[in-house]
């Protein structure tokens, strides 16, 4: 069905700031701003909720009444975009076509299927407008929420436009609702800010010279394997210490783990790529802060840009193109999302999610999401898609299956402590079986950060080998 908003916005025009990587628009005097990306996907991503099956009725009624209340603040979803025949901008009109909202069933899908390292076909059922394009959304939703009935739980999931937003303005979305759904109305955490004029100086609009319908072509994403990889806050700091040994600026462990799965190993080692093969990292920032002055953290919109974009889309402008997921770089990594997102703390009113997941499309070799651990404290998750010969070839790698290894048994250890209540002996005989993945002194470490200090005095008596 489709959800509007509780207010009529019909006779705004909503206009759009739209940069991405090197996707990149100006903005307009007149205030329509283009959108040069319309080959890219939507954004999908969703939430996993534990529910006794008898709840999920009663909560879908509500999850929709909310939904109509929250596009009140954020109406550019409930629109469609439109193109300017004059200048061949496309910009938001925000005339409450609205939003589609899907209940759906999945009763044979249990939250074990979709909570696997190995990420599965089966969490693709979750997500609505598969293969969508930015540039559909002349006719298709911007947004579509697909709420799924699992065997013992429900997912609420978001195709989004990417057009119109980054993922930073979804969360926030999914943040406002998921409180304005537990609290009823009684907190919203973010108020959107749509003030373009936040952006100066303004430039002009980039002219495209084509014809975007012959120019928009749907991606064919080739054979990957997508896997998740769990790094404790543990091992962030290990990761951080030691690349910040012998830096003389400081390194912070999110940059620390980029460079560990990518340049210091991980994926370029697992490609076996030749000495003299070039190999590219990009990754999608948060511009909002880094701008002078910052722009708000609730502007709803994507990224910005700085002098150096505005050089390269005058350049761009000169000669337009339309970019197309294919054409990105050999060899390449691509890290999107954010574990600064607040995934996990959206509580509709039967508690925090159990996991978050992405849809299948945008999915390349070497694309790689970053999600915040569902424990926090600073744990990462990452979800990679590589092809999946270099995929088995990471996961045969010593280095960068240690550091997981280490991740691994700290999350164990402090779980053991929690379910032993800090039983001395069992401690020590859970640190003997893991004694093939990490050494002495980095058992010692980890009880240390558990606080567990008898266990780290019992650690002397080990054998030799522990020591």
Known sequence: MAVKSEEDDSDQVYCEQDFWMYEMSSSSDNGLVPSPRPSINAVFKGLVYQIPAAEFSSHVERLAETLSEILVKFY??????????????????????????????????????????????????????????????????????????????????????????????????????????????????????????????????????????????????????????????????????RANQDSSFTISSFQALCAHVWRAGAVTRARRLCPDEHTIFRLSVNCRPRLLPAVPSSYFGNGHMDGVIRERIGKWGEEAVVYRLEEFQKNCVLMGSSPRFEMYENDFGWGRPVAARGGAFNRLDGKISAYPGREGGGSVELEVCLNPTVMSALESDGDFIRELSFSKLFYLMKREIHETGDDEEVLIQFAKDHSDFISASEMKLLLVDVAVVAAVTAVFHFPSIYL
């Open 76 to 241: 550019p979803l409930a629109g469609r975009l439109t193109t300017n025949p004059l200048d061949g901008g496309i910009y938001i009109l925000c005339n409450d076509s609205g939003v589609d909202f899907i209940e759906a069933m999945a009763e044979d899908l249990s939250i074990a299927d979709l909570t696997t390292t190995e990420v599965t076909t089966a969490v693709e059922e979750l997500f609505a407008l598969k293969g969508a394009l930015n540039f559909e959304g002349h006719r298709l939703p911007l947004l579509v929420v697909q709420v799924t009935q699992l065997k013992d739980g429900i997912s609420v999931c978001c195709t989004l436009n990417h057009a119109i937003a980054d993922g930073t303005s979804l969360w926030n979305f999914l943040n406002s609702w998921s409180n304005l759904c537990r609290t009823n109305g009684n907190k919203i955490p973010v108020n959107p800010v749509y003030d373009r004029s936040l952006l100066e100086p303004p430039g002009s609009v980039v002219r495209l010279g084509l014809d975007l319908d012959g120019h928009v072509q749907r991606f064919c994403p080739p054979s990957l394997r997508v896997k998740l990889f769990h790094f404790s806050a543990h091992t962030m700091s290990r990761l951080k210490e």
